[in-house]
């Protein structure tokens, strides 16, 4: 892509927000950005993503996350994205559902209700994993590919899975095995620092 195309769709798309960080980058030729959205500051999203906010719903996105490709949040009351968050490609978050109970209706002439939804700073979603209604993901916890996360996820700890399950802490009581290998790695690499003053 190149610096006209790219400057072209940073403008297009960063009218579509309630409110605008600083330093946002959207690099995709197609984003759909309905009702309240507010991003903030170095925070990026990719191609097709779909971002839809009913009346009197908000979508609130923080600094430094990234939204991939086909992500999709969409919003009956309160989402909130936590700074540093990412979203892999195709995951998807709602915080409502249809009511199913208590009567024979059809789908489409139930209620609609809403619980909000908190994807925690740092937080790591994986490919296609959905994010229930209600849902508190914890700080800097991991969600793996495809999960289907029903429950509160507390701080660091890794869920995978349909219905998503407790896999293990990200630093607490490691097998050896892993010990090792992050300790090589880590060694090796080191950790990276932002490249920015955030
Ligand atoms: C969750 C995740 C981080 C775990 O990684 P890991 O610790 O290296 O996992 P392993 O491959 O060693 O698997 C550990 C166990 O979890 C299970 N598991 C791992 N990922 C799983 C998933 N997504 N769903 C269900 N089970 C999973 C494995 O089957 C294994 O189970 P077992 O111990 O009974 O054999 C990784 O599988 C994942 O999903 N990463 C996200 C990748 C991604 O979305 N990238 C997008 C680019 S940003």
């Known amino acids: 892509m190149n ?13 579509k927000f309630a409110k605008l960080g600083t330093g946002c980058r959207f690099i995709g030729r197609d984003l ?5 959205v507010e991003i903030g500051d170095y925070s990026r999203v ?4 779909k971002l839809r906010a009913s009346k009197g719903a908000k979508i609130i996105i923080g600094k430094r996350c990234l939204l991939s490709w086909n992500v999709i949040i969409e919003c009956g009351e309160l989402i909130e994205v936590h700074d ?6 195709y995951v998807r978050v709602r915080d409502g559902t249809h009511l199913i109970y208590g009567t024979e209706a059809n789908w489409r002439y139930v209620p609609n209700y809403f ?6 700073e740092d937080a790591w979603i994986g490919s296609g994993a959905y994010v229930s209604k209600g849902v508190k993901i914890g700080k800097g ?8 996360v029903t429950k509160d996820v507390p701080p660091y700890e890794i869920w995978v899975g349909s219905p998503a399950r407790y896999l293990r802490h990200r630093t607490h009581d490691l097998p050896e095995e892993l010990q090792k290998l992050a300790d090589e790695l880590i060694k090796k690499y080191g950790i990276k620092e932002d490249r920015r003053d955030w």
């Open 3 to 15: 610096g006209i195309t790219r400057a072209y769709r940073n403008f297009v798309h960063s009218r």
């Open 115 to 120: 619980t909000p939804v908190i994807i925690g």
């Open 32 to 36: 759909t950005v309905e009702g309240h």
């Open 141 to 148: 916890a991991v969600i793996g590919v495809g999960a289907m």
């Open 84 to 89: 540093g968050a990412g979203l892999a490609e």
């Open 46 to 49: 990719r191609e097709d993503v």
